[in-house]
């Protein structure tokens, strides 16, 4: 027959090879016993193009028996159960589930975690980066019991399972995950090794209780994946992930009923699932029915087992006040802690104490007023109170509306108290903190290490209708608390704020005994509408109470701004007011309001609004050095461009280059345990009006946490670690304020010293300084933080990321809450100016001469003038001044040559006729000389004679101009007479 079938299902060629292996067993094991049904079991074979499939009956044990039933032909592949019922592979048919046994039908399901489930898969992977190395062989997922737990070290530690879906299905698990300091994420790869989308893998962070998850597979192999690494800078411990009820639907069959789990059961046959067990009762494995707990024994919900009831304590009840009845009267009552697990009748146990006696109920709370009834009603919009009567504010104010809770008769309406458990088993306490009318404590928990929780939501907020138009980086609101703790052990009191109670994220803690003291925290987004408080006695888990009597109270609760809250007070605002919202109108920008007056006053220039309230010239803050305020006059910022007197000159800077966004990071750091990660920073620079600010947010946890400054901060791991391009995490600000800009190194108390990094030795330009502030102060840092970024010229660096941290303090700050910033730049060079250039100029060439501009060197400037272009002009050369010269010098040398011939004619003339005369004198010295005759003499010259008969030659026109004139007006001429004597006739 199994020839035959053989041949029958021939073109099935994997049926064939394994009927052939099958025959061929059957026939070398002739001499073996006949195999029993406990000695087998049946599998399907894989269905072929056509859907079919063959039903073989597979040995548990090879080599052990023989005569095994033969193959039959099985179901079609499209064959399914339904929940409830399992496949009986013997008839296969479907069967209904015993009583005590649960089946999914077309699904798995895993709810017991003694030890590791088949199919699952759990390995440490060392992720570390540089030469650091860490084991990580046993950082793998732990059963325990009810759920598995994930490492709490640096190593990444995935559990993974695989599963054939025979169609479209499922995958459904419950986590809690309450510690961010871990990276938790869930992803799917299939067939084609296809993930899920890496935005969806990363789980939402749970503070209080389990969360559920549901991811659709497609039909195929697939393989899930949960994978964890750790990441704790402070060292404190971290809190692993948890999971359990992992569920897989998509699966044809389920060949079995699982049993319930001990605390469950099943009472009816086809359950789908089992049903926990009620309080005081318990079950085995398997059970069909929860048995009672003994009298003096107890347990939870879901338990498998019953306890002894310790004898009852002081620290097993607690004190409350009974609301308030229509007689204003309230009483101090003591309850039991529910639920109930000591005894009463044990020996040395305490009785509850007797119901105290009926007391004067507090007054309401401020914003409230009491109508003679037992319940406090918040006062009509436009009104304020103090808790007794509501009164109307007056004319020309408006009311200041939140919530103040100081009285603490009830708890109020907006306010939850819960409990949850260190170890994630679900609690039924319902209450971890109780009034007592000066204040709200907490009440001893089941366990030291369990968390007592009290969330305040409040629906949003809204400025005041004064601070409503001066929305810029305008305090929202603001919470502040006075609380105290006491403690004798390792307890810690922890403030969350968030969007909801399972998203918030931290804000504060304190550990150990503190004194009465008040906290404030800035809410600077619509999306922070919940506040969490959690105290917790000890970390470590006992079922112990040991410290019962460690307490956290908190004594008064303010909140500003909140939309539908109430009014403790009324505030002046101005009286020119017709705004149809409000009966007042806030001043107008860059105005205070003066006392007492609602009168608006212009502030100074170059000044700011305070956040709050503008009253009073105080209202007006000056701005720093080389800053201005904005347009809302509610920050001072920088035009990015600045004026420096330095060694007689006065420097122009211009940082529009640098006014973008810059990331920069601090050099790498290591985690005790070797694991890589680096600080990054955003800087924006000059907060010019127009600009984004810089931006750090967290993209590992649900919470997406986002902080907006001038200067912020956040942790970046490797992406080698998560997988994708950037993880962020805990992010802050260190710089929201702008100071100031200037080149001293110290600004209102910030100083940034030259000191802390290396000299430029080839530069005598000074550093820009920008001063930033952040005033939401910390534990550590009172006073908040601050920021200096310092700008050094360097016109060999072209990035526009060039920043260091001083060489002393590798992150960027040495004690935390000051920060300091080297910024090399070109771009923080001053402007070029006529100083920075020089002028070359050619010789004359045919011509023309050219005049260069060239930078003098180095270069130390930017922008600014532009190098003048090259400038042409005409000139002469020196060949063509030579011949000018020797022309000039050949014609001059003539005119000598002439004149000197002239003059030395005419002396000769005068030497003659002097000759003569005195000739003619020595013949009779006392007699006069005779009169000359008309003729011409032998060796006279006629022209003598005739001087102003004749024309003028050009020597006589220059001798005769020399001639004087007469008081009369007429010109000496003198005459020859016969005798040669000279006679002047008028």
Request: net charge negative; aromatic share 10%.
């Amino acid at each position: 027959m199994l020839l035959q079938l053989l041949q029958f299902t021939g073109r099935v060629s994997s049926c064939s090879v394994f009927f052939g292996l099958l025959l061929t067993g059957v026939l070398e094991s002739r001499e073996l016993p006949i195999c029993k049904e406990s000695d087998y079991h049946f599998e399907y074979t894989d269905c072929d193009v056509l859907g079919s499939r063959w039903r073989v009956s597979i040995p548990n044990k090879p080599d052990t028996c023989t005569g095994l039933p033969d193959p039959v032909k099985g179901t079609h592949c499209t064959f399914s159960c339904n929940e409830g019922e399992y496949l009986d592979m013997k008839t296969q048919e479907c069967q209904k589930c015993a009583a005590g046994t649960y089946s999914l039908g077309t699904g798995v399901a895993f709810d017991e975690w003694d030890s590791m489930p088949a199919g699952f898969i759990s390995h440490g992977i060392n992720m570390d980066i540089g030469n650091f190395y860490t084991n990580c062989t046993n950082s793998t997922w732990t059963p325990k019991g009810d759920y598995i737990a994930s490492n709490t070290d640096e190593c990444s530690s995935t559990l993974s399972y695989a599963v054939s879906l025979k169609q479209p299905g499922s995958v459904s698990f419950q986590y809690f995950y309450p510690d961010t300091n871990i990276f938790f994420e869930f992803y799917v790869q299939n067939d084609q090794c296809q993930s899920t989308d890496s935005q969806s893998r990363w789980m939402k962070s749970s503070e209080s209780d389990w969360d559920t998850h549901y991811v659709q597979l497609n039909r195929g192999n697939n393989v899930l994946y949960w994978r964890t690494t750790g990441f704790s800078l402070s060292g404190n411990s971290v809190k692993p992930v948890l999971l359990k009820n992992i569920a897989v639907s998509g699966v044809a069959y389920t060949s079995e009923c699982f049993h319930c789990k001990p605390g469950t059961y099943s009472a009816k046959p086809g359950a789908a699932r089992c049903a926990p067990c009620p309080a005081d009762t318990y079950s085995n494995k398997g059970a069909t029915a929860c048995q009672e707990c003994e009298k003096e024994k107890y347990s939870g919900i879901g338990s498998g087992t019953c306890n002894e009831r310790p004898p009852c304590t002081t620290t097993d009840y607690f004190y409350t006040h009974t609301p308030c009845d229509s007689a204003g009267q309230t009483q101090l009552m003591y309850k039991w802690i529910e639920p109930k697990i000591c005894s009463e009748n044990a020996d040395g146990a305490v009785k509850l104490p007797a119901t105290g006696e009926m007391q004067t109920c507090p007054p309401c709370n401020p914003g409230f007023f009491s109508n003679n009834s037992s319940v406090c009603q918040p006062c009509p919009q436009g009104f304020y109170s103090n808790g007794t009567a509501c009164s109307e504010c007056p004319v020309g104010t408006e009311p200041v509306v939140g919530f103040e809770y100081k009285w603490w008769n009830r708890m109020p309406s907006n306010m939850r108290s819960s409990v949850y458990s260190r170890e994630y088993s679900d609690s039924q306490r319902s209450t971890g903190w109780e009034v007592a009318g000066e204040y709200i404590y907490t009440t001893p928990g089941d366990l030291d290490s369990d968390y007592m929780m009290i969330t305040l939501t409040v629906p949003g907020y809204s400025l005041p209708h004064s601070l409503a138009k001066d929305n810029e980086r305008v305090e929202l609101s603001r919470i502040t608390f006075v609380f105290e703790t006491k403690c004798t052990a390792d307890c810690r009191l922890y403030f969350m704020a968030g969007l909801n109670e399972r998203n918030n994220a931290l804000a504060e803690s304190w550990s150990g005994t503190n004194g009465k003291q008040s906290y404030s925290y800035l809410i600077k987004s619509n999306l922070t509408v919940s506040f969490t408080w959690g105290f917790q006695r000890t970390e470590a888990y006992t079922t112990e109470r040991q410290y019962s009597s460690d307490f956290a109270k908190i004594y008064s609760i303010h909140i500003t701004n909140v939309i539908g809250g109430v009014a403790s007070e009324c505030r002046q605002c101005a009286l020119d007011s017709s705004h149809k919202d409000s009966a007042c109108v806030p001043c107008p920008p860059g105005n205070y309001m003066l006392k007492g007056t609602g009168v608006c006053k212009s502030c100074p220039p170059n000044t700011f609004i305070r956040p709050e309230q503008p009253l009073g010239e105080e209202a007006c803050v000056p701005c720093g050095p080389n800053t201005s305020s904005n347009k809302a006059r509610s920050a001072c910022v920088s035009d990015c461009t600045l004026a420096v007197r330095y060694r007689g000159e006065t420097l122009q800077y211009n940082f529009s280059s640098l006014a973008n966004v810059t990331h920069f990071q601090s050099s790498p750091r290591f985690t005790s345990k070797g694991l890589r990660y680096v600080h990054q920073f955003s800087a924006g620079l000059c907060g010019t009006e127009g600009r984004a600010l810089a931006s750090c947010v967290d993209n590992v946890t649900d919470s997406r946490k986002e902080v907006n400054g001038y200067v912020c901060q956040s942790t970046i791991v490797p992406s080698e670690v998560r997988g994708q391009s950037v993880v962020s995490s805990q992010p802050f600000i260190i710089g929201s304020t702008l100071i100031g800009v200037t080149t001293d190194s110290t600004l209102d108390h910030i100083s940034s010293s030259e000191d802390s990094f290396l000299p430029d030795s080839e530069s005598d330009l000074p550093d820009v300084i920008f001063y930033y502030r952040a005033k939401e102060a910390t534990q550590a840092c009172k006073n908040g933080r601050s920021t200096s970024i310092r700008l050094r010229c360097d016109p060999r660096v072209t990035a526009m990321d060039q920043v260091s941290v001083p060489s002393k303090c590798s992150e960027g700050t040495c004690d935390g809450c000051s920060f300091h910033f080297l910024w090399r730049s070109q771009h923080a060079c001053p402007l070029c100016s006529e100083r920075n250039f020089k002028e070359i100029v050619s010789a004359c060439i045919e011509g023309i001469q050219r005049t260069t501009y060239v930078w003098q060197q180095p270069l130390r400037c930017t922008g600014g003038v532009p190098l003048p272009a090259p400038r042409v002009s005409a000139c002469v050369t020196l060949d063509f001044w030579l011949k000018f010269g020797v022309s000039i010098g050949t014609v001059t040398a003539i005119l000598l040559i002439t004149i000197s011939c002239y003059f030395w004619k005419r002396t000769r003339k005068l030497e003659y006729k002097y000759s003569k005369l005195m000739m003619n004198a020595g013949e009779k010295e006392c007699d006069l000389p005779a009169a000359d005759s008309c003729a011409i003499m032998e060796g006279e010259d006629a022209e003598d004679d005739l001087i102003y008969l004749t024309k003028k030659s050009f020597f006589t026109k220059i001798k005769s101009f020399s001639r004087e004139r007469t008081s009369d007006g007429f010109d000496s001429v003198p005459l020859k007479s016969s005798s040669g004597m000279e006679m002047e006739m008028n």
